[in-house]
């Protein structure tokens, strides 16, 4: 019956770390910015879902974006910065995953489909991959007869995160607000590796390595960009899933050289 419950707690958490790591919006700027212009962000988000038998998924991340701008309708760009994993159990006895801020990259791009003159209302689509590490472990501790035993999981990660995005953007004054359709689906690589520790005594049980496929999720994202002068902008955006789940990002970026 441990063994049961241990399975279907991994099962749960394994499950959770997987939808923690699945949506990642490009943060502001959100409109393509023009041929010639380079534009530095920085931004952050913090992730939460709740999913069955009290486990909680939160991750957090801290990026760089540099933007530039290919021509008057398109925007690339690389992100780097540090991401960072962690799973609340509240099951007694199992020991909650939670990994140090480990190195991200990724590229994308922002294409402006059409703007109407008379509005300024936009509409544009974008796209980015990204790829980060996660290293750490679960613990769970039960007791034979007399005798306490430990049973760690040492995992590995490597995630590969592939977005799209379409939306409209909507001015009024110095703000520009704007909605868009999210679609992303993730690749993870794995590799597990089991232990039984009993007093002094570290056993190895044995290894194994998996590869998760998403297919693809979607959700909505709100947000809004306001305007300040030196061409800087804050950005603030919401990714929702559902009302348990959410995704929320502030960033703030500047384009080209300042006139002080």
Not at 71 to 80: E, F
Not at 151 to 157: A, G, H, I, N, T
Not at 164 to 179: D, H, L
Request: net charge neutral.
């Amino acid at each position: 019956m441990k063994r049961q419950k241990l399975f279907s707690t991994l099962f749960l958490v394994s499950v959770s770390i997987f939808s923690s790591l699945n949506a990642q919006m490009a943060g502001n700027p959100v409109t393509v910015r023009g041929e010639g212009e380079w534009t530095m962000s920085v931004f952050g988000t913090y992730l939460n879902q709740q999913l069955g038998s009290g486990t909680t998924t939160v991750s957090r991340r801290v990026l760089l974006k540099s933007t530039w701008g290919v021509t008057p309708w398109l925007d690339v760009y690389l992100t780097g910065g540090g991401t960072q994993l962690e799973v609340k159990v509240s099951q007694e006895g199992i020991e909650s995953y939670k990994d140090k801020y480990r190195f991200g990259f990724g590229a994308g791009f922002t294409l402006n489909l059409v703007t109407l003159p008379q509005s300024g209302i936009g509409f544009w689509l974008g796209g980015q991959v990204m790829r980060f590490p996660s290293q750490g472990s679960f613990m769970e501790l039960f007791d034979i007869e007399t005798e306490t035993i430990y049973r760690e999981f040492v995992m590995k990660y490597d995630c590969r995160e592939f977005q799209g995005c379409i939306g409209v953007t909507v001015p009024f004054r110095s703000v520009r607000f704007y909605a868009a359709g999210v679609g992303w689906a993730i690749q993870r690589l794995e590799k597990k590796k089991e232990y039984l520790e009993y007093g002094d005594s570290r056993t190895f049980v044995g290894d194994s390595e998996g590869e998760y496929r998403s297919g693809l999720w979607t959700g909505a994202t709100l947000g809004m960009e306001i305007l300040l002068p030196h061409r800087y902008s804050i950005g603030v955006e919401c990714l929702l899933f559902n009302q348990r789940n959410y995704q929320i990002m502030v960033g703030i970026c500047q384009t080209g050289v300042t006139n002080w």
